[in-house]
C-alpha cells in the first residue's frame, strides 16, 4: 500500500498567539500565506485535513476554515473536488523599478510565458505618439501579448514602440522579454514615468485574463528612455490583483 502523503503544514511550526488582538484565523492565514510565498508551500502541495490541522493548533474548525477560504479568496489556494485544498501559486509582487513582467516572474520562479497577439507596424494612436515624441499618425510597431504565470493568465500587455528601433519577431517576444530583447540590441535602458490605476475589467479584458466581466484590475502606463533621453516604448498593462501587486517603498522627506 502507498504510504499517505504527509501533510505538508506540519513542518512549518504552525501556532497562534491567543493574546494577541490579531484574529485567530488571521494569523494562521499570514503564516500559511508567508509559506507560499517563500516557497516552504509550493505549486501543486495538498494541504491536510481540516479536522486535522485545527486539532493540532487548538482551533475551532470554523478559524480554520475562515483562514483558508481568506487564501482561496486571494487566489493562492483552491479548493477541488475530490482532491482537497492545493496551492496555486504566489502572488507576484513586483517592486517599483525599471524591470519588465518577464524578469520578475523568471526571478519569483514563475516560469513566465507569452502569447504574442498583434505584431505590426500601425499608425500611432495620439497618446502612444504622444509618449514617444512622434507625430500624430506616424508610423509604430505594435505589440500586444499575454502573459502568464505557471500557464495562467496573469496580464495584458500593449506597448507601441518607435519604428526601426528593433526588429522584434513573434517567435523572439514568446520566448523571452521585450526589455531583454531591448538589451541585446544595445539600447540602455535608463528611466521611465509610470502611473498605476484600477478599473472594472471590459468583457474582452475578463475573456483574456479568465476573469469576470466588471472584475477589478490593476493598470499601468509607462514610458520608457534610453540613456539619450529618448522615448524607447509605450506600454498599457492590465493585470489581475489576485495574481499581482506592486510594491512601494516610502520615505519620510527631510
Known amino acids: 500500500?502507498?504510504?499517505?502523503?504527509?501533510?505538508?503544514?506540519?513542518?512549518?511550526?504552525?501556532?497562534?498567539?491567543?493574546?494577541?488582538?490579531?484574529p485567530l484565523y488571521f494569523q494562521l492565514s499570514q503564516q500559511l500565506e508567508a509559506a507560499i510565498e517563500r516557497g516552504a508551500l509550493t505549486p501543486g502541495s495538498l494541504l491536510g485535513n481540516e479536522i486535522e490541522l485545527a486539532a493540532r493548533l487548538g482551533l475551532s474548525r470554523p478559524t480554520v476554515r475562515q483562514a483558508i477560504q481568506s487564501l482561496v479568496d486571494k487566489g493562492l489556494l483552491v479548493r477541488r473536488r475530490g482532491v482537497g485544498t492545493q496551492v496555486v501559486h504566489s502572488q507576484v509582487k513586483r517592486p517599483l523599478e525599471l524591470s519588465s513582467l518577464y524578469d520578475d516572474l523568471a526571478a519569483a520562479g514563475q516560469r513566465p510565458g507569452t502569447t504574442v497577439l498583434v505584431n505590426d507596424v500601425v499608425p500611432a494612436p495620439a497618446e502612444a505618439a504622444a509618449a514617444l515624441g512622434l507625430g500624430e499618425g506616424s508610423e509604430v510597431h505594435h505589440v500586444e501579448r499575454l502573459r502568464l504565470a505557471h500557464g495562467e493568465p496573469i496580464a495584458y500587455l500593449c506597448n507601441y514602440l518607435p519604428p526601426g528601433l528593433l526588429d522584434l519577431g513573434t517567435r523572439q517576444l514568446e520566448a523571452t522579454g521585450l526589455y531583454r530583447l531591448m538589451r541585446g540590441a544595445g539600447i540602455t535602458l535608463h528611466s521611465a514615468r509610470q502611473s498605476i490605476g484600477a478599473r472594472a475589467a471590459t468583457a474582452a479584458e475578463a475573456e483574456r485574463l479568465g476573469e469576470d466581466p466588471g472584475a477589478p484590475l490593476l493598470t499601468m502606463r509607462r514610458a520608457t528612455y534610453d540613456d539619450t533621453g529618448r522615448a524607447v516604448e509605450y506600454g498599457t498593462h492590465t493585470y489581475r490583483p489576485s495574481r499581482y501587486s506592486f510594491e512601494f517603498q516610502l520615505l519620510v522627506r527631510p
Do not use: W
Request: no cysteine; net charge negative; glycine share 14%.
Open 1 to 22: 500500500m502507498p504510504k499517505p502523503e504527509v501533510d505538508p503544514t506540519v513542518a512549518l511550526g504552525l501556532g497562534v498567539d491567543r493574546g494577541s488582538p490579531v
